[in-house]
Nanobody
Framework: EVQLVESGGGLVQPGGSLRLSCAAS????????MSWVRQAPGKEREAISC??????????AYAASVKDRVATSRDSAQWTVSLQMRSLRPEDTGIYYC?????????????????WGQGTQVTVSS
């Protein structure tokens, strides 16, 4: 059974930082693309970044409003992927999801990822 479990969300003040983690199991993690996707209240899901199966750091960064403030990494030995965010803004508030695919390439479209975690809430507010 494929499982993706996100952690690390919470309440953070504007300008603060946060590190999200995703623990994977039940599929061939080392050959999978891993993506972070967020969904703000009332909006569609938006891809933030992706790491392809050959990489340990960000392969592609999306979401122009956040791409310069995030860093993604994966630890294939621990089967985890992380998202480090800094200079957080209220508009970064939302549910952050970890997603996985075996397409062989990163995609900005959330529909290309068949496996999803339950998400972790990030709230940026003073």
């Amino acid at each position: 059974e494929v499982q993706l479990v996100e952690s690390g969300g919470g309440l953070v003040q504007p300008g603060g930082s946060l590190r999200l983690s995703c623990a994977a199991s039940g599929f061939t993690f080392k050959y999978s693309e891993m993506s972070w996707v967020r969904q703000a209240p009332g909006k569609e899901r938006e891809a933030i970044s992706c790491i392809d199966y050959r990489s340990s750091r960000t392969t592609a960064a999306y979401a122009a409003s956040v791409k310069d403030r995030v860093a993604t990494s994966r630890d294939s030995a621990q089967w985890t992927v992380s998202l480090q965010m800094r200079s957080l803004r209220p508009e970064d508030t939302g549910i952050y999801y970890c997603a996985a695919a075996r397409g062989g390439y990163c995609s900005e479209s959330p529909t290309e990822y068949p496996f999803w975690g339950q998400g972790t809430q990030v709230t940026v507010s003073s």
